[in-house]
């Protein structure tokens, strides 16, 4: 039987908050945050943002990097 798509998309949104919850994520993101907030503070007032998508794609270059 197949699952339907809602059934789907549950399942997806369960892996991805089981994953956004291990603590070696939690804390790349921090590390993340901080690295990316500490390069911005060097840039001109009007070139300065973050965004979340450039947060969660360090964090997982950091955590690759880790597992290498």
Do not use: C, H, W, Y
């Not at 994953?19 to 921090?30: F, G, W």
């Amino acid at each position: 039987m197949a699952l339907t798509e809602d059934q789907l998309n549950q399942i997806e949104f369960q892996q991805a908050q089981q994953a956004a919850s291990s603590p070696d994520r939690m804390e790349a993101i921090r590390i993340a945050r901080d690295i990316l907030m500490e390069n911005d503070r060097n840039k001109p007032t009007g070139e300065r943002g973050i965004t979340a998508s450039d947060v969660t794609t360090f964090a997982d270059a950091i955590i690759t990097f880790a597992k290498q």
